[in-house]
C-alpha cells in the first residue's frame, strides 16, 4: 500500500513570494490533514478534510494561508505572501475517518524555508 | 485548554540501556493518547496507543507506554534501546470530543555506540 505522498520535499523562497504544496494521500482516505511543524516544536494542525468538505481550519491563518482538496482526493496547500515565521516543515497526514481513534498516516514532508 | 508537555528535550543513552520518555497532559477526562516517532526527513509514525482498558499498551519496534490517570501521565518505555532507536519522539492527546491530535514539543534521542 502505498503511503502518503507530498511535493516538493523541499523548497527555498524569499519573503512576500508564495509557494504550494501537493499532497496524495493514502488511497481511500477520506480524511486528510495540513499541520505546521516549527523546528522545535510539535506538529500543529492547520486544516483537516472530510473527503472535499473543511472540518476544521480555526487555526489557518487565512489571510496569507489557503488549501483546497479538489475532488476529495489530492490537496494543496498555498501560502501567499509568505512570512520569514512560516519557514516549517509542513506535514500532510491522511485517516479513514474523522475520529480521533481513526489513525492518521503521515507523509515525509516539505521544509520550506523563506528568507 | 488541553496541551501536552514533554518535559526533556533531549535525552541520550546507550545502546543497550533501558529507556523512558515523560509525557504529562492537561485534559478534564481521560483522553485517547498517542505516541509517534519521527526519524531524520521522515513523516511521523504511530508507536502506540491508548484508548481505554489495560494501562499498559505494547506498541510496535518493542515500546511499551503506561497510562497513569493519577499522574496524568503517558510514559513511553523500551528495555533495551537500538541505534536505529535514535529519533524524535512525540506524545499526543486527541480529545474525543473535538477530534484532533494535540502534539507536544518533542524528544530528541541520541543513541551511543
Known amino acids: 500500500e502505498a503511503g502518503v505522498a507530498q511535493s516538493p520535499r523541499y523548497k527555498i523562497i524569499e519573503k512576500r513570494q508564495s509557494v504550494a504544496f501537493w499532497c496524495n494521500p493514502i488511497?481511500?482516505?477520506?480524511?486528510l490533514y495540513w499541520y505546521q511543524q516549527i523546528l522545535g516544536q510539535g506538529p500543529k494542525l492547520l486544516i483537516q478534510?472530510?473527503?472535499?468538505?473543511?472540518?476544521?481550519d480555526s487555526q489557518l491563518p487565512k489571510d496569507r494561508f489557503s488549501a483546497e482538496r479538489l475532488k476529495g482526493v489530492d490537496s494543496t496547500l498555498k501560502i501567499q505572501p509568505a512570512k520569514l515565521e512560516d519557514s516549517a516543515v509542513y506535514l500532510c497526514?491522511?485517516?479513514?475517518?474523522?475520529?480521533?481513534?481513526?489513525?492518521?498516516?503521515f507523509g515525509p514532508g516539505t521544509r520550506l524555508t523563506v528568507l | 485548554a488541553q496541551s501536552v508537555t514533554q518535559p526533556d528535550i533531549h535525552i541520550t543513552v546507550s545502546e543497550g540501556a533501558s529507556l523512558e520518555l515523560r509525557c504529562n497532559y492537561s485534559?478534564?477526562?481521560?483522553?485517547?493518547l498517542f505516541w509517534y516517532v519521527q526519524s531524520p526527513g521522515q513523516g511521523l509514525q504511530l508507536l502506540l496507543k491508548y484508548f481505554s482498558g489495560d494501562t499498559l499498551v505494547q506498541g510496535i519496534k518493542g515500546f511499551e507506554a503506561e497510562f497513569k490517570r493519577s499522574q496524568s501521565s503517558f510514559n513511553l518505555r523500551k528495555p533495551s534501546v537500538h541505534w536505529s532507536d535514535a529519533a524524535e519522539y512525540f506524545c499526543a492527546v486527541g480529545p474525543p470530543e473535538i477530534n484532533k491530535l494535540i502534539f507536544g514539543a518533542g524528544t530528541r534521542l541520541a543513541v551511543h555506540p
Open positions: 478534510f472530510q473527503n472535499n468538505g473543511v472540518v476544521d
Open positions: 488511497s481511500g482516505h477520506a480524511t
Open positions: 497526514a491522511s485517516s479513514s475517518g474523522t475520529a480521533t481513534y481513526n489513525e492518521q498516516f
Open positions: 485534559y478534564g477526562a481521560t483522553p485517547y
